[in-house]
């Protein structure tokens, strides 16, 4: 790539963030924010309008409109939402869930295919590659269609290769391999929680942007980490297991081997073994548990009441160590045990802020508001981020 395609490229790469996160600019605005002469940004614009990727809305209050471009109609420049498309799978136990998000980041679709038993690596890349040409079918997509992200849960390498997965029972699984044959669209793998993380941070352009974490509270405890706008993946993309930070020496035994880690004191099976006596449940009844608790604990029924309070126990100890590890501005819950969480929020809240180290300041723990997609949003959030997208702390200063 030349030097002046490179520096077109990056240009309209800003415009776009610039439009995703204020909604709309001015042409007089765009030029200031890039640094380029307003005939620069009249050709930038101009393309990308060609391309439909953007348009002119009308202003407002046009008369009021003081510092616009003389000559041109007192409009401003908006992204076309419609323009480009990207689809997001999670791969879940029991469950594949899918997201469309339009240019804008909006969520357009939202669905769930529930399955039973396991899906082998072949039948999953058959299924995103059937909803792909179910949407390509479609003639509101069929064009704007430009990318997939597929969100795995357990360990995936930075190249989509699927280290483990043990809660489906994956291991070693070239998945770029499989589905490369099967669609024509460039397609990017993440672990589960590092997508819903993204999402939840991509798709609230508001938040403080320096660190976040995020929490998916679930049969598992995926975790992640985001640092100015971007996912901490570790050397080979498998940082963020949260879910094996060591609580104590003893306790029950982890999936990992160890004994004492956060995931064997809150991930599902513990809060089913202490509820209910058992973790044997089906997969239905581990979906209703985390309602089942809250409301017996509003009934007063010891039993839920005692594994609401040991939830928030060890969820605080967890928090307190990650709270000192990274100083987060916020901490998102997400997952169906993030339900638990909601109704001892108050109590998590000052338990962490107790607990960590003196000076450390507390972060806001949010709920996600994406639940339940949270996972298939965020894959389809890291695909639009790939196509066109430059940094999502790039535009937060106004110039
Ligand atoms: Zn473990």
């Known amino acids: 790539m030349a030097d002046q395609t490179i520096a077109k490229y990056l240009n309209e790469l800003t415009i776009l ?3 995703r996160i204020q909604g709309q600019a001015s042409r007089i605005e765009i030029a200031r924010h890039l640094a380029v002469t307003p005939a620069t940004v009249t050709r930038l614009v101009n393309n990308l309008i060609e391309r439909g990727l ?28 419609d323009g480009a498309f990207f689809f997001g799978v999670e791969v879940g136990v029991g469950m594949l869930r899918f997201a469309l998000l339009n240019l804008a980041a909006a969520v357009v679709e939202a669905s769930e295919m529930p399955f039973n038993g396991r899906m082998s690596p072949e039948q999953v890349a058959d299924e995103i590659a059937l909803q792909v040409n179910r949407l390509k079918d479609n003639p509101a997509y069929r064009d704007g269609l430009k990318g997939v992200g597929i969100a795995f849960p357990g360990i995936v390498r930075s190249d989509g290769f699927v280290v483990n997965l043990p809660i489906v029972g994956w291991r070693d699984v070239d998945f770029p391999r499989l ?21 939840c941070a991509y798709n609230d352009p508001s938040l403080p942007g320096t660190c976040t974490l995020f ?3 679930d049969a598992g405890c995926g975790g992640a980490v985001i640092v100015d706008g971007r996912l901490m ?24 081997g160890n004994r004492g880690c956060l995931e064997s004191r809150i991930g599902l099976a513990a809060v089913a073994e202490q509820f209910w006596g058992t973790a044997h449940l089906s997969e239905i009844e581990l979906a209703e548990l985390p309602g089942q608790i809250v409301a017996a604990a509003r009934r007063n029924d010891a039993r839920a009441i ?28 997400a997952g169906p045990l993030a339900k638990l969480a909601e109704a001892a929020i108050d109590r ?16 806001t723990l949010m709920l996600s508001s994406l639940r339940p997609q949270e996972g298939a949003i965020g894959a389809a959030a890291i695909a639009h981020h790939h196509t066109f997208d430059i940094s999502r702390v790039a535009v937060i200063t106004p110039r």
């Not at 044959?181 to 999402?199: K, Q, S, T, V």
């Open 17 to 19: 963030t610039m439009l």
């Open 233 to 256: 993946r570790g050397a080979n993309g498998t940082a963020g297991e949260f879910g094996h930070l060591r609580l104590s020496d003893d306790g029950p035994l982890c999936g990992c």
């Open 179 to 199: 589905l490369s044959p099967l669609i024509d669209l460039p397609f990017f793998i993440e672990n589960d929680a590092n997508a819903g993380a993204f999402g």
């Open 306 to 333: 005692e594994t609401l309070d040991s939830f928030a126990h060890w969820l605080v100890q967890g928090l307190v160590s990650l709270v000192n590890l990274y100083n987060p501005s916020v901490v998102f819950l």
């Open 54 to 81: 953007v348009q002119d809305v009308e202003l407002p209050n046009p008369g009021r409109q003081a510092n616009r471009e003389p000559g041109r109609p007192a409009t401003n420049v908006a992204l076309n939402a």
């Open 348 to 363: 998590i809240s000052e338990g962490v802020s107790r607990g960590i180290v003196t000076g450390v300041p507390a972060p």
């Open 215 to 217: 929490l998916k509270l």
